[in-house]
């Protein structure tokens, strides 16, 4: 079943980098991985995607193990916006949006 | 300014009424999708368009119906056949299929609709 798995819920203080992990061990090699955010009581936002080797934006990095059955979404400084759940979306499955990760910032 | 929107944000109803939620896009997008999200839950794709004029059911289909009469407007109809309606409904729009690199495109939600049914 093409789905990912996702610890429920992370806190972090604020200012201190966020790893967010997932678990993707279905994914094939031409797969790419999708991230998304939902603020409370907002539609989900796109935060970033790829295949292989880790990529960056604005807004955050990702970083893909070798063998790709997992990846790591890397906020470098939380801040209190940043507080939300993170979906990670398994690449067979665009519309498959599970319980993702509940993230806490502490100020 | 390009976006998706959704009106209204609250939604009242009295059981047993039908009730059209508005979602319109002026990204050009020929896709676009309808979720249910109930509290603490992930999303729950309910239908979808690729194309004007033809529509997909997803995973809850059932109790819910839709138009694509215009490439900017896919609205929602909650049915007095669904049995539990009060939930947040999103409305996503995309590029249909794939990009050049394989990668499916990214979805633009809109605010959603909270509908509560008395």
């Known amino acids: 079943d093409a789905k990912t798995t996702q610890p429920n819920s992370m806190e972090s203080n604020e200012e201190e980098p966020v790893h967010l992990p997932c678990n993707h061990s279905t994914i094939s090699g031409t797969d790419y991985i999708h991230w998304y955010r939902q603020l409370p009581s907002q539609g989900p936002e796109y935060v970033i995607h790829?295949?292989?080797s880790n990529v960056n934006n604005r807004m955050a990095s990702l970083a893909i193990a070798e063998d790709r059955k997992s990846s790591t979404l890397i906020l470098h400084r939380a801040t209190l916006r940043d507080a939300a759940v993170y979906y990670c979306?398994?690449?067979?499955?665009?519309?498959?949006f599970g319980t993702g990760t509940s993230l806490t910032v502490i100020p | 300014d390009g976006g998706i929107t959704q009106s209204p944000k609250y939604l009242f109803r009295k059981e047993g009424q039908n009730v059209t939620l508005s979602c319109e896009q002026n990204l050009n997008h020929d896709a676009m999708y309808w979720y249910r999200q109930d509290p603490g839950q992930g999303l729950r794709l309910i239908y979808y368009s690729q194309i004007v004029n033809d529509f997909q059911k997803g995973d809850i289909a059932e109790g819910y119906s839709v138009s694509r009469e215009k490439k900017e407007s896919f609205p929602l109809t909650v049915t007095s056949a669904q049995k539990n309606p009060t939930a947040f409904y999103l409305c996503?729009?995309?590029?249909?299929?794939?990009?050049?690199?394989?990668?499916?495109?990214?979805?633009?939600f809109g605010p959603g609709t909270r509908l509560t049914v008395l």
């Open positions: 996503a729009s995309s590029i249909p299929g794939t990009g050049a690199a394989g990668s499916y495109n990214e979805q633009f």
């Open positions: 979306i398994h690449p067979t499955n665009q519309f498959y």
């Open positions: 790829g295949l292989t």
